[in-house]
């Protein structure tokens, strides 16, 4: 499956350049960002066959597809991460996932919500626990019931 996602992402095409690190937002969002949660890091270790569907740094990516727009080769780091993001749930390695706490579907993962509510101070913000449908449907009832 690992294999599959490779190529629709086009990661076997990486030359390892770096590009995508460079525009990579998650170098100023995380403090322990190191190379091997950047896109080139998950690339190369997947290319690799290490084992990199437990790796927690595969849920920080925010899938803003900057370092595809970049690479010289057409790699898709988001599509990669989201594919194998999807093997991880298929194989119930899903740890980091952030459900809606209304309908249980994916809202975003732990680390990009963590620094979601750091950037925003607050201790608690209660639409970034759910979908994006579960947020219009409570948003909508609040303000027709009220
Ligand atoms: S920009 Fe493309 S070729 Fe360069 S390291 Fe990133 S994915 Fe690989
Ligand atoms: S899609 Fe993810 S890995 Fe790629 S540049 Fe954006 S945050 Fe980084």
Redo the contacts with the bound molecule.
Sequence with gaps: MINKVLEQSRAVFCVDCGK?VA????AEMYQDFSADI??RG?IQRALRQENILEDAGLW?????????QVCPEGVN??EL?KGLRNVAIQQNLNGKIQSCIRCGAMVTTLPVSDYIQKKLNREKIAYLNLCPACRQQVYMERNTLG
């Design positions: 995508c525009v990579c937002p998650m950047s896109p998950i920080c990516c925010v899938g803003c597809n900057a370092g595809a780091c988001r991460i």
